[in-house]
């Protein structure tokens, strides 16, 4: 049996899969739709009171798929999506209570997501015991809005201010959710969780903007936006959150560039505690929930974990800084031809593509008598060469025992 159930704060999740704070969820009718997919909870559209920040420009969504392939399969999206439109009373009277009854029938937790003027204390504390009265198991405070982030950003102290107002009034866990620019990042998570945050919500989506290069405009809305960079923000999300998880011992909610359960994985393996999955749904459909529970349940039953706990941060025991490896490293200045490693061609799998050749600059490789050739006094031993030949037909190898080093999987042996 496979038990994917978490707990957070004091909160029982029933499976480490959310919805991330969007349009996904906002009334009851959205929260039965996406509950019935079989997420651990919900999370809620950002709300708030300031009727500037309700402002809906449209057309306000713009996928980038038709300008590139890699962008289609990267899910790849820009937006100008702003906080709920309607006004605080409604949300607080009609919208969150709906939300929680969806919730209270499904047995799962509501997270809900709402910020106000980072000056505006009152409002601050007057919207968190309004939301725990509606029904909110957790509270996130979207400290990572494009339309506030700014001011928090600057001044630390603000933010600090606001945690202490939010945990006077109201009697619930409750969490930041930070943009990738958040700095200093140590300093605030510590700050932060000395004055009463129960977890971090990483990341919100980096800012961008794009350019119809035909038109010679740009796409979509003339204004820097939500950049929604799909897939290829989760390296940059995860070592964020690697940071985070080093530094401070406090829960994570994992949050850029989850498509699927190996994506999901990867945050859970580095420690993070939930996950909260936004683009894809909006690539894909509200059937990524399910396939990524599926996936991370099948890999666990694979690997014979009976619960996530069992592997919860397995990978972060073996993340140090790039200081410290560099220290380690045994050949720190050598230069070829006396460089350790070597490329070794497999040339049963290799198919002449010569990518390898096109892309290695130190000119090692090379067609040569219908097969590749390498020159090993010219290798730097980069590894280069094994991650980009598409039919893994490389492999980096000790040029003394001929022991493979790299092959494209795993940790490189010399670091492990």
């Known amino acids: 049996m496979v038990d994917l159930k978490v707990d957070v704060a004091g909160v029982t999740f029933k499976n480490p899969v959310l919805p991330a704070a969007s349009e996904l969820v906002f009334d009851g009718p959205s929260a039965k739709r996406i509950a019935e997919v079989g997420v651990g909870g919900i999370v809620t559209k950002t709300f708030t009171t300031s009727p500037e920040f309700r402002i809906r420009v449209r057309p306000y969504q713009f996928p980038l798929n038709h300008f590139d392939p890699a962008f289609k399969r990267s899910g790849s999206f820009y937006s100008l999506a702003s906080p709920h439109v309607p006004e605080m009373n409604v949300v607080m009277e009609n919208n969150v ?6 919730c209270k029938e499904n047995k799962i937790p509501l997270v809900v997501s709402f910020y106000e003027k980072p000056h505006d204390l009152t409002s601050w504390k007057r919207v968190a015991k309004g939301f725990e009265k509606a ?5 996130e405070l979207n400290f990572s809005s494009p339309t506030m982030k700014g001011d928090l950003e600057k001044s630390l102290s603000s933010s600090f201010k606001i945690i ?3 945990a006077k ?8 959710k930070i943009s990738p620019m958040m700095e200093p990042l140590i300093d605030a998570v510590k700050g932060w969780k000395e004055r009463g945050i129960s977890f971090v919500t990483a990341h919100n989506a980096p800012s961008g903007i794009y350019i119809d290069v035909e038109a010679e405009v740009p796409y979509g809305a003339p204004a820097i936006g939500g950049y929604l960079i799909g897939r290829p923000f989760l390296p940059v999300s995860l070592a964020r959150v690697v940071q985070i998880l080093k530094n401070i011992e406090i829960p994570v909610i994992g949050v850029g560039g989850i498509f699927k359960g190996n994506d999901a994985l990867q945050y859970l393996l580095c420690g993070s505690s939930l996950v909260q999955v936004g683009t894809a749904v909006y690539i894909e459909g509200t059937g990524v929930f399910k396939k990524i529970n599926r996936e991370i349940t099948s890999w666990m039953r694979r690997k014979k974990y009976s619960s996530i706990s069992e592997f919860r941060g397995k990978a972060l025991k073996k993340i ?6 560099k220290m380690k490293e045994r050949f720190p200045y050598t230069l070829p031809p006396e460089t350790p490693y070597r490329p070794k061609i497999d040339h049963k799998k290799c198919i002449l593509c010569q990518t390898c ?12 008598n219908g097969k590749i050739g390498v020159e090993e006094e010219r290798c730097w031993s980069c590894g280069l060469c094994v991650g980009i030949c598409p039919e893994k037909a490389i492999t980096l190898v000790d040029k003394k025992t001929g022991k493979i080093i790299w092959k494209g999987q795993g940790l490189a042996l010399s670091f492990s």
């Open 97 to 102: 209570p709906e939300i929680a009854q969806v």
């Open 357 to 368: 050749c096109r892309c290695c600059f130190y000119e090692v490789l090379h067609l040569e």
């Open 320 to 325: 140090v800084p790039s200081a410290e490896l």
């Open 135 to 139: 029904g909110a198991r957790i509270l």
């Open 164 to 166: 202490a107002a939010v």
């Open 169 to 176: 009034s109201s009697h619930i866990p409750f969490g930041i």
